[in-house]
Nanobody, 122 residues
């Protein structure tokens, strides 16, 4: 079991930056991949960025060039640096973790945090 707690959300004006954190606890040694997702009201959840145990990262189009995913291994914390924020980035942001490699390849995560709200005003 892995427990995930997000923090760092808030309100920011367009063009601003936020850094989200996701503190992981429990069986973190078994985690193969972690990722950030978001869900806006009335929309489906979308994946933004993923990182696997060797540090390889991948990004979805909404995140490319603006968001950076990273891990602070010493603190068992997943980070998402978000720059040049836009009003359309307003959403609840979630981190997720997955121990199985096959699930990571298909972006099927079994462990989720409760989310942190990001609101970007124009």
């Amino acid at each position: 079991q892995v427990q995930l707690v997000e923090s760092g959300g808030g309100s920011v004006q367009a063009g601003g930056s936020l850094r989200l954190s996701c503190a992981a606890s429990g069986d973190t040694y078994s985690t193969y991949c972690m990722g950030w997702f978001r869900q806006a009201p009335g929309k489906e959840r979308e994946g933004l960025a993923h990182i696997i145990s060797d540090g390889t990262t991948s990004y979805a189009d909404p995140a490319k060039g603006r968001f950076t995913i990273s891990k602070d291994k010493a603190k068992n914390t997943l980070l998402l640096q978000m720059n040049s924020l836009k009003p359309e980035d307003t959403a609840m942001y979630y981190c997720a973790a997955e121990p199985l490699r096959t699930n990571c390849y298909t972006r099927r995560y079994n462990y989720w945090g409760q989310g942190t709200q990001v609101t970007v005003s124009s």
